[in-house]
């Protein structure tokens, strides 16, 4: 009779999800990093743009709700305000009301930013897209639902 137990460790499902976390994650950051290169404006940073893309997609803010939602301090937004404001990217209007409160909103010419770095980031997609197998695409196309699923959480 053979009492002996098999010591082979058994096959764990918490590292096969290990192991695939973190290959999505660094396809992700590399695909994000690639995507963050392609922009109107070299020198701006990825911070500066975000406040940019966040007034155009939820419009003008105060700069409060602009920290609340980029998930930084009041002083550091009003930083990246001020210095987008020296550029001519955004503007602030006093309130009628209460003039201590103020609402930051695009220029015209940091909607065009906005509009152009969206562009080329387009671009770079639909190029790389372009090259990929039809299975390939719907794969991603698939995987565009599930991923916004994981983001949304």
Do not use: C, W
Request: glycine residues 4%.
């Amino acid at each position: 009779m053979n009492d002996r137990v098999d010591e082979s460790p058994l096959p764990d499902q918490n590292s096969d999800h290990s192991a695939a976390a973190s290959e999505l994650r660094m396809a992700t950051f590399r695909l994000a990093r690639r995507l963050r290169a392609q922009r109107a404006i070299d020198t701006m940073s990825d911070g500066q743009f975000a406040v940019l893309a966040a007034l155009t997609v939820h419009g003008a803010h105060t700069l409060g709700q602009l920290a609340d939602r980029e998930r930084v301090t009041a002083p550091s937004m009003n930083r990246t305000v001020s210095q987008l404001e020296e550029v001519g990217y955004l503007t602030r209007i006093p309130d009628e009301v209460d003039r201590r409160r103020v609402t930051i909103d695009l220029t015209d010419l940091g909607r065009r930013i906005v509009d152009e770095t969206v562009r080329r980031r387009d671009a770079f997609v639909e190029e790389a897209l372009a090259e990929l197998s039809p299975e390939e695409r719907q794969v991603l196309a698939r995987a565009t639902t599930i991923m916004r699923k994981v983001a949304d959480r």
